[in-house]
Structures are given as structure tokens and as C-alpha cells.
């Protein structure tokens, strides 16, 4: 992990030093691997991603849309380098705040679209069409969105770590 600093923009006197281990775990570890896991999905297996997490094995791959995929990856590998690399390297709690609010904005656009590929908000809710594997890929994103949620609420912040919110 990048060593944590305080970011070199901001005052340390009013700014937050200290991002409690768990959200640092989660953010800087966790999401970034299991991020690069569907940038690899993207780029190299379009259609298991399409089959097995994107739609539950209800829309089949269409190979001229490769190149969708490809910026999927992307973008996917933006919000990995973003984890460990920006978040992973400062304390700023702003700057922390900022980027898991977009990467939230991102979420829920992701729970959209995975709605509209099975059908809708029942089907997608549907835990008895749910694989293992769709099980496991809705708990961890779902697990993520609560983190950034926990976070933009301040839950498990100290007295310290909520100085500068707001100042």
C-alpha cells in the first residue's frame, strides 16, 4: 500500500490526518483487486462478463460490441488506480469524499443497468435467480456502496477525523 500522507494541498491544521483503517482496508485493498478483476473480465472475457455478471446468462455477447468493453475496462481500471494510488496516498478526508461520491454516482448506474439486463427491479432483486457467482459479485458491490455510504455519513469517524469537514 502508498504510503498515507496528508495531502499537499491543504492545511493539516483543519484537515482530517486520520481515515480509520477500516474504510483504508476497503479502499485502497479490497476494491482495487476485485476491481482489476473485472478490468481483466473486460479485455480479455467480454463474454463471460456479459454471460455470468452482466445479465445472468439472459443476453448473449455480441462481438461487435468489443470495443464497449474495452472502455468498461477502462474505466474500471480508473477507479482501481484512483483506490490505490490517489486514496491510498493522501489523508485528505475532502479529497477522500469527492472521489467515493462519484465512484457511488457510478454504483448506482451499474445497479441500473444490471436491473435492465434481467428484466427490472424485481428480477434484479430476485434472490432465487441469483447464482452463486451473482450472489457473490451483488454482495461485494453492494458491500462497497455501503462502505462510500458509511463514509459520506462519517460513521466510525473519531472527533479528529471529522475536524475540516466543513471548514
Known amino acids: 500500500m502508498p504510503q498515507l500522507k496528508p ?5 493539516t491544521n483543519t484537515t482530517n490526518t486520520t ?7 476497503t479502499f485502497t485493498v479490497i476494491e482495487p483487486l476485485t476491481t482489476l478483476y473485472g478490468v481483466v473480465m473486460a479485455l480479455f472475457f467480454p463474454e463471460l462478463l456479459m454471460r455470468d ?22 474505466l474500471w481500471a480508473y477507479f482501481a488506480w484512483n483506490g490505490y494510488f490517489v ?10 469524499r469527492r472521489l467515493l461520491s462519484g465512484m457511488l454516482v457510478g454504483d448506482f448506474i451499474y445497479y441500473f443497468a444490471a436491473a435492465e439486463a434481467v428484466g427490472g427491479w424485481a428480477a434484479f432483486l ?3 435467480t441469483m447464482s ?5 459479485q451483488t ?3 453492494a458491500y462497497m456502496s455501503l462502505a462510500r455510504v458509511l463514509f459520506m455519513l462519517g460513521v466510525g469517524m473519531t472527533e479528529e477525523s471529522a475536524k475540516g469537514k466543513g471548514e
Open 19 to 25: 481515515i480509520p483503517f477500516f474504510y483504508r482496508f
Open 139 to 141: 454482495a461485494v458491490l
Open 87 to 96: 486514496l491510498g496516498g493522501v489523508l485528505d478526508r475532502e479529497l477522500w
Open 7 to 11: 495531502s499537499p494541498n491543504t492545511n
Open 53 to 74: 455478471y452482466f445479465s445472468r446468462g439472459l443476453v448473449a455477447y455480441a462481438p461487435e460490441t468489443k470495443t464497449l468493453y474495452t472502455q468498461i475496462g477502462g
Open 126 to 128: 430476485d434472490v432465487s
Open 132 to 136: 452463486s457467482l451473482d450472489v457473490l
